[in-house]
Every structure is written in C-alpha cells, then in structure tokens.
C-alpha cells in the first residue's frame, strides 16, 4: 500500500530554516514523481517543488526558487525539502504527494499540477512568524 508521511514542520522566525521530510513507502519510488505541495487558510493549493526520482530533475515555483532545495535519499526512500529564508507568505501545510509516470515516463520533467498527483500525505504545518 502506498503511503508517504510527512514531517518537519514547525514554528520558525523569519529568515530561518526548516527541512521538511516525506518517508515513502509501499512503493518503488524510481518510477514516481514526488511534489510538494502548500497550502494557506483561505487560499488555493500551491505548486513549491517536485522531483522526477529516477533521475533528480526538479522544478520550483517562483515564489521559492533559490531558496528552496528538493532532494531524494534512496537508501531510506525519502524526499526531503530544505527551507531556507523563510517569510510570512511561506506560513502553509505543506504536502507532499506521488505521481505514479511508469516505465515509459519514469525520466520525464515533473510537473507542479496537483491534478497529476494521485497519493498525498497528510500535511504538515509549517508556520513563519516572530
């Protein structure tokens, strides 16, 4: 059964850093993307970041390139994304999710369309405040 837990939130000052952790399992993740996710009270669910795990391309959203790193640890079958110069507007739940590409499309470019994604974890709070 496919699952993936998602952890590292918390309070942090602006400016400061967070790595968020998503732990997969039930799943050979070489033929996954995995993206991450956020969102605010009141607003829509938003694009950060996702990975193509087979080979490590990666993809940013505006609001977090340069300050955000995606990255994939294969012995423990986690994703993990580094935070860093954290910001009010960054204050969401933070999801991370899985798209299932297959053989044929296990090497393509990840998207950040959360329609594309099919399994989700359960959030975690990531809050940006002094």
């Known amino acids: 059964q496919l699952q993936l837990v998602e952890s590292g939130g918390g309070l942090v000052q602006p400016g400061g850093s967070l790595r968020l952790s998503c732990a997969a399992s039930g799943f050979n993740m070489d033929y996954y993307a995995i993206g991450w996710f956020r969102q605010a009270p009141g607003k829509e669910r938003e694009g950060v970041s996702c990975?193509?795990?087979?080979?490590?391309?990666?993809q940013y959203a505006n609001s977090v390139q340069g300050r955000f790193t995606i990255s994939r640890d294969k012995a423990s079958n986690t994703v993990y994304l580094v935070m860093n110069s954290l910001t009010p507007a960054d204050t969401a739940v933070y999801y991370c999710?899985?798209?299932?590409?297959?053989?044929?499309?296990?090497?393509?470019?990840?998207?950040?369309?959360?329609?594309?994604?099919?399994?989700w974890g359960q959030g975690t709070q990531v809050t940006v405040s002094s």
């Open positions: 990975l193509t795990s087979s080979n490590g391309l990666s």
């Open positions: 999710a899985a798209e299932g590409l297959g053989l044929q499309q296990m090497f393509r470019q990840c998207v950040l369309e959360s329609e594309q994604y099919w399994s």
